[in-house]
């Protein structure tokens, strides 16, 4: 009885301990596992859209929360092949890959990215991505460029691009687009077509700075040639402006809207250089509205009965009271006839803007196509309206002294693609035909 006895209480102890070991271990699995389901993150993997186009170099940048391990491979056929393996990456991580899918022996095609990141047994991340691999660059020739290109002048250049998303012309950060030869910009793609590119050197460009064209296709692959132009400098002259207190009060009052100006040097230094740079800015945003066709053919006409006031390029420095206050450099012509002469459109094109453009006064932009527009400033009285087509020789306002001028004349500017350039190339026949006219023929 008592061995009986003490046998089950030795029974009952082992049934006790293992009870509980038992309980222990089963609450301490629940615990990990509610520890896993409740306490451990999702991971968060950003970035993988980057897989879906592939061309021959492409960087992704995955940004990773909470990953505990990373796997990254691409399959194509019965290849599989890592891109990434193990890699913790505690709180936040960046991973960065480079893909050269002809390194990795991949071809032209579609191909599986398999994803597959976790944070802890239950929290997985999966996906599979499928990408295009497209590794074959644009082709691009340059048919056609021009030999010399003068700072402030403007060049033109025909290429020939095949199976390309975009063509530009690159000078240092600058892009200026092409357009498709008017005749093929209904053609198909998977063919090679001409394309015109009309494109500035503004004044301050220097003369080593480097001209390239550039295809680029939908998947990022580029083809890059060098424009062998050479850019030609000019010196520009300097001219001194003497103003006083009557010019300020008259003209800088009303680009101000004040009635009363207490300093009137930095007064004028405000219209002078932070209005002008607004003008600036505005001009940028109206030249992007531009046709896609060349919308002329013939040389650009000039202010009849004008006299040459100020050229291009004139680097000004204006004097109030024996003092240099400001500066600015005059990117146009200043043509003055008789007060409120008629103002014709200097070539066939469309209106983009007509009314007050800040220190040219009320003005009118007509845009000529593929980025070439003509800026008529300081008139006194406007005649056309947005939109309006018109033709080379039509009246379209009258000369005046709105805006930042000292008389009666008018400001003519040629743009490209928003940045002003020399007028004197357009008025010249024999230079459009040569750059412009004959490169389009072939
Ligand atoms: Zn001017």
Redesign the pocket.
Known sequence: MYIHDNKKTRGNGFSRIAFVTVLFLVIAIAGFLAYQFIFISQPVLKGTDGFTVLPAAKTIVLQGKHIKSLEVSVNQGDRKIELLKGTPGGVEKTYTLQIKPKDLALSDGIASIQVRAESGMFKKLSQDIKATIDTVPPALNIIKSPEVVSQGGAGFVVLMAKDTDSVFVKLEDRRFPAFRKPSEQSAQDGKASYYYVFFPIPYDVKENALLYAVAQDAAGNQNVQAIRSTIKPVSYRLSSIAIDDKFIDTVAASLLNETSISDHASAFKKVNEDLRAKALEKLMDISKNTDPKILWNEAFLQLRNGQVM?VYGDKRTYQYKGNTISHSV?L???LASNAHAPVEAANSGIIRFAGDLSIYGNTVVIDHGMGLMSLY?HLSSISVSEGQPVSRGDIIGKTGATGLAGGDHL?FGMLLHGYEVSPLFWWDLHWIRVNVLDAMEG
Do not use: I, L, R, W
């Open positions: 100020a005059h146009g012509y200043d400033g400001h």
